[in-house]
Every structure is written in C-alpha cells, then in structure tokens.
C-alpha cells in the first residue's frame, strides 16, 4: 500500500483521523480508512511534520484522534461480505471519479482515487460489500483474506442523477440507431459498387 497515496487523499480533503487499534493504527477521512503498520504513534504535530504540511497551514486542517465507528467491522472477516463484481465504466460527478458497483442493495458508488493506494498491490485486491448493524452497506477492500481499506459509499443517486441517465440512456439509444442505419447504407452501396464491377 502507498503511503503516499493516503498522504495525497486526506491532504485533498484536509482531513485527517487517526485510529489505534492493539494491530495497527488507521488513517482516514471519515469516508475512507486505511491500516497502516510500523510507524511511531501518530499525532497531530508528527503526521503534520510526516505529510510536510506548513505550519501556517495547519489551522486550514481538521485532525482528530478517536476510536474506529463501532457499527462497522474492520476486522479482515465478515459474515455478511460478498465480492463484488467489478464494472467497466465509470462516472465523473461532483468532481470526482466514480465507480459504479452492482450490490445486494442496488448501485453503490466508490471513489476511484480512493483505490490509488493499492495500485502497488502484486497480489491484487477485490471489493466487498458488507452491512452494518443497522443494514447499511459499507465497501471493503481486500488481497486474499486481508483487510486493506474500508470505505463509505459516495452518495449520488437522487432523482435528478436518475434523470440524467435516462437521458444518457435514449440518447445512446438514438445514437446506435443512427450509426446501424448508416452502417446498413454503406454495405448496401458496397454491394452496389461489387455488381457493378461484376457486370
């Protein structure tokens, strides 16, 4: 996992949480949480010195010290975890590049930069889906039975976003027509140029 990438993602959002667990320590943002191993206890005015954050800076920064959000499970193993199977488009909302993943619940969304940390994983990684106490779904990441990242949906789905794919929908729909009719005409002509040939 790239320290830096986590460094990169809670500078962006300028927020900054630190977890003690008896394993490791987590940092996070509130959305995304990630264990990071075989550092010094993290406090504000190291991991400010460690992220080369400016003094004159620092007030600009929300940092907190408290323990992990008890309804959710930050163990490797989950009863109520699924893999999820991975799509191949994504969507940019809001400023931010958005996966969209297929649950038990609907649609979630995650944020793709909050991926980057993994991206030096050799042995891979795949997404779960697991539910909270009071049923809310939460994605984690995970290499073979590790635990590498947990994360909170992004929220985009409302009426208007539905809206927007409809539109997205007929439009693309209208597109295919246009381009199999066109794609019909010049065969046809093509046939036309070989008879004439023929003859």
């Not at 993602?9 to 320590?25: F, M, N, R």
């Not at 030096?120 to 795949?126: H, P």
């Amino acid at each position: 996992m790239k320290l830096k990438q986590i460094e990169a993602i809670l500078k962006a959002e300028k927020t900054i949480i630190v977890s003690e667990t008896p394993a490791c320590q987590w940092l996070g943002n509130g959305a995304a949480f990630y264990p990071v191993y075989n550092l010094p206890k993290l406090t504000q005015d190291n991991i400010f010195t460690m992220f080369d954050i400016a003094e004159d800076k620092r007030d600009k920064f929300y940092f907190k010290e408290r323990e992990l959000p008890s309804f959710i499970n930050f163990e490797d193993g989950d009863e109520s975890e699924e893999m999820l199977d991975r799509g191949t488009i994504a969507f940019y909302a809001q400023g931010r590049t958005l996966e969209p993943l297929k649950t038990s619940q609907g649609i979630a969304f995650i944020n793709t930069r909050y991926l980057k940390p993994f991206a030096d994983s050799q042995a891979g990684y795949e997404l779960y889906e697991r539910t909270d106490k009071l049923g809310r779904l939460y994605i984690v990441v995970k290499s073979g039975f590790v635990l590498l990242g947990v994360f909170s949906p992004y929220d985009l789905v409302n009426e208007n976003f539905i809206q927007t794919l409809e539109e997205i929908l007929n439009l693309s729909k209208v597109t295919l027509f246009n381009k199999q009719e066109k794609s019909r005409s010049a065969d046809g002509y093509k046939q036309i140029e070989l008879d004439e040939e023929v003859d």
